[in-house]
């Protein structure tokens, strides 16, 4: 018997407030984070665009696409000679079902100093 996994993306806001530190600085914080459960991955907080120190992050010309979410594209983050190469993505214009994500950035937290968490 062959069965199929339905593969989910779940949108939820969350209570919880996040703070990202780059190179010793904060580069996002906020209490308005939306927690995204994926099949197969970890949770990951995507933070609004309109948190984040604008100053920090400069744009990729890395994009790529998802099935599940639509057409990602990257940042890099930068603070003096300090750089971590597309260390944030963004679906400016998601599939539909997930049209949330619109306006929010994640990170990967192997190329930031910490993605904090507090309740």
């Known amino acids: 018997m062959n069965m199929t996994t339905?593969?989910?993306v779940e949108l939820e806001p969350s209570?919880?407030?996040v703070?990202?530190?780059f190179n010793g600085k904060?580069?996002?914080h906020?209490?308005?984070a939306l927690d995204v459960r994926e099949t197969g991955y970890p949770d990951v907080y995507y933070l609004p665009?309109?948190?984040l120190r604008p100053e920090f992050f400069e744009d990729s010309a890395r994009k790529t696409h998802c099935p599940y979410k639509g057409e990602a594209r990257y940042m890099h983050l930068v603070d003096g000679d300090s750089r971590a190469e597309d260390a944030v993505w963004t679906y400016p214009d998601p599939i539909p079902g997930v049209e949330g994500l619109a306006g929010h950035v994640a990170?990967?937290?192997d190329r930031v100093d910490s993605i904090g968490v507090e309740r």
Do not use: G, M, N, S
Request: proline fraction near 0%.
């Open 107 to 109: 990170f990967y937290r």
């Open 30 to 32: 906020t209490e308005r």
């Open 26 to 28: 904060v580069v996002a």
């Open 49 to 51: 665009e309109a948190d």
């Open 6 to 8: 339905l593969h989910r």
């Open 15 to 17: 209570d919880i407030k």
């Open 19 to 21: 703070k990202v530190v």
